[in-house]
């Protein structure tokens, strides 16, 4: 039996649809810019898996801009600060007094949710549940990706541009031979224990505590369920805990002044590992990264989702020009552009995870200086805007997703595909 090969056409291949590879998606569509996105999970699994939760004010911002804003605008919840929490004591940082700006807690699978019914909506094509994703010719300019349909079809997709966007442990980014691709790499020596818990939120704002045991994060989900996480091994099996060991691992991480965390069943428990990546560089002939295939941040500086978001509105913007006035240059000035705001969020990433989570390999000298750190960062104005335009993200013309898209739709105003 012969197997048959469909041959297709669109102008951007997506591989991924995740944040970056959704909202790129529907950038695009936006500029009249066809694309079609392939995806190897089912629409079920990725509108359910439970991810990050914070987005910056800019993401927010593209969202409203682009008609994908109205249930964050409703549902998310407005969080002007956060509290950082050692010694037995929460020092709160300000966001709106510091920066002007606040963040969301909305989780990820919520803002895909949104992305998939705009780009359906839309009448966008999104293949889920594909398989044997290959990419082909990346040095020509009829670039190709190969699949199998959900249905079983085999299909040839010839594109003019292709974007990988295929998480940190996708194939796109192992396309850019290894002689041309900088992997620059940390692993942490812990990882997190993460939970949703059936319980009344324990606190207004998040908690980033950090004490002799280690690091531990109260966050939230709905008024009846919280989010929360504890440094642990990154081995750790996380189905070897009992509720009971839980509550009391995190009860001892954020104790003192009488604050109790407020504790309910645990009804979902996992350990991530925290680790730092960037690709260099972000292309290959024909194909871009973004999102994760190209950077992972450790958690703690709520970053992944938002520096997804961002680099695609870089990328769409470039892809307007270029398929729009036949101008490459923001095309080939991509991976600049991009990572200007890469390397600061890998660099806030592990400023905070350093300075609140406990090296087993420390020394009291090292415990020591954390909590002078601590005490710097929340102790002046400067330290405490340091911290606030860092986590509600750097508003830079060229970078700031908000002010990209409006740039975006300033360049095509009025033009007609
Ligand atoms: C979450 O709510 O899952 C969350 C929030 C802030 C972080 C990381 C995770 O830094």
Same mark, same amino acid.
């Given at each position: 039996?012969?197997?048959?090969?469909?041959?297709?056409?669109?102008?951007?291949?997506?591989?991924?649809?995740?944040?970056?590879?959704?909202?790129?998606?529907?950038?695009?569509?936006?500029?009249?810019? %066809?694309?079609?996105?392939?995806?190897?999970?089912?629409?079920?699994?990725?509108?359910?898996?439970?991810?990050?939760?914070?987005?910056?004010?800019?993401?927010?911002? +593209?969202?409203?801009?682009?008609?994908?804003?109205?249930?964050?605008?409703?549902?998310?919840?407005?969080?002007?600060?956060?509290?950082?929490?050692?010694?037995?004591?929460?020092?709160?940082?300000?966001?709106?007094?510091?920066?002007?700006?606040?963040?969301?807690?909305?989780?990820?699978?919520?803002?895909?949710?949104?992305?998939?019914?705009?780009?359906?909506?839309?009448?966008? /094509?999104?293949?889920?549940?594909?398989?044997?994703?290959? !990419?082909?010719?990346?040095?020509?300019?009829?670039?190709?990706?190969?699949?199998?349909?959900?249905?079983?079809?085999?299909?040839?997709?010839?594109?003019?541009?292709?974007?990988?966007?295929?998480?940190?442990?996708?194939?796109?980014?192992?396309?850019?031979?290894?002689?041309?691709?900088? %992997?620059?790499?940390?692993?942490?020596?812990?990882?997190?224990?993460?939970?949703?818990?059936?319980?009344?939120?324990?606190?207004?704002?998040?908690?980033?505590?950090?004490?002799?045991?280690?690091?531990?994060?109260?966050?939230?989900?709905?008024?009846?369920?919280?989010?929360?996480?504890?440094?642990? /091994?990154?081995?750790?099996?996380?189905?070897?805990?009992?509720?009971?060991?839980?509550?009391?691992?995190?009860?001892?991480?954020?104790?003192?002044?009488?604050?109790?965390?407020?504790?309910?069943?645990?009804?979902?428990?996992?350990?991530?590992?925290?680790?730092?990546?960037?690709?260099?560089?972000?292309?290959?002939?024909?194909?871009?990264?973004?999102?994760?295939?190209?950077?992972?941040?450790?958690?703690?500086?709520?970053?992944?989702?938002?520096?997804?978001?961002?680099?695609?509105?870089?990328?769409?913007?470039?892809?307007?020009?270029?398929?729009?006035?036949?101008?490459?240059?923001?095309?080939?000035?991509?991976?600049?552009?991009?990572?200007?705001?890469?390397?600061?969020?890998?660099?806030?990433?592990?400023?905070?995870?350093?300075?609140?989570?406990?090296?087993?390999?420390?020394?009291?000298? /090292?415990?020591?200086?954390?909590?002078?750190?601590?005490?710097?960062?929340?102790?002046?104005?400067?330290?405490?805007?340091? !911290?606030?335009?860092?986590?509600?993200?750097?508003?830079?013309?060229?970078?700031?997703?908000?002010?990209?898209?409006?740039?975006?739709?300033? +360049?095509?105003?009025?033009?007609?595909?």
């Amino acid at each position: 039996m012969t197997t048959q090969t469909t041959h297709a056409r669109t102008r951007v291949g997506i591989i991924g649809a995740g944040p970056a590879g959704l909202m790129l998606s529907h950038l695009l569509s936006r500029a009249g810019i %066809d694309s079609t996105v392939v995806e190897t999970r089912n629409r079920a699994t990725i509108e359910t898996t439970i991810r990050a939760g914070i987005l910056e004010q800019g993401t927010v911002d +593209l969202m409203v801009a682009t008609g994908v804003g109205d249930r964050v605008r409703k549902e998310g919840s407005c969080h002007e600060g956060i509290e950082l929490r050692y010694g037995g004591e929460s020092r709160r940082i300000d966001f709106p007094s510091l920066t002007g700006r606040c963040v969301y807690l909305y989780p990820q699978h919520e803002v895909l949710k949104d992305l998939i019914a705009a780009r359906l909506g839309d009448g966008g /094509d999104i293949r889920f549940g594909v398989t044997d994703v290959a !990419l082909r010719d990346l040095t020509t300019d009829r670039p190709a990706v190969t699949f199998t349909d959900a249905d079983g079809t085999a299909v040839e997709l010839r594109c003019d541009l292709l974007v990988g966007c295929d998480g940190s442990q996708g194939i796109s980014r192992f396309a850019i031979p290894d002689t041309l691709r900088t %992997d620059y790499f940390r692993a942490y020596p812990f990882g997190w224990f993460g939970i949703l818990t059936e319980a009344p939120p324990s606190s207004d704002e998040l908690i980033y505590a950090r004490s002799d045991r280690g690091f531990a994060l109260i966050s939230s989900r709905t008024p009846t369920v919280q989010r929360m996480y504890f440094q642990c /091994d990154p081995g750790e099996r996380a189905e070897r805990w009992s509720d009971e060991r839980i509550w009391e691992e995190l009860q001892s991480r954020v104790a003192g002044n009488g604050f109790a965390l407020k504790e309910g069943p645990v009804f979902q428990r996992g350990v991530v590992p925290m680790r730092s990546y960037v690709c260099a560089p972000m292309r290959y002939g024909r194909l871009f990264l973004a999102g994760d295939a190209a950077h992972t941040v450790p958690a703690t500086g709520a970053k992944g989702l938002n520096l997804a978001i961002s680099d695609v509105a870089v990328l769409s913007q470039a892809m307007e020009r270029f398929f729009l006035d036949g101008e490459p240059n923001l095309l080939d000035s991509y991976g600049t552009t991009a990572s200007d705001r890469i390397w600061r969020a890998q660099h806030f990433s592990w400023w905070m995870t350093s300075m609140l989570h406990r090296d087993e390999s420390a020394t009291d000298f /090292d415990a020591r200086r954390q909590l002078g750190e601590l005490d710097t960062v929340t102790g002046s104005e400067a330290g405490r805007a340091f !911290l606030a335009e860092a986590y509600t993200g750097w508003p830079t013309a060229l970078t700031n997703p908000g002010a990209a898209a409006a740039e975006a739709l300033r +360049l095509t105003a009025g033009r007609t595909p």
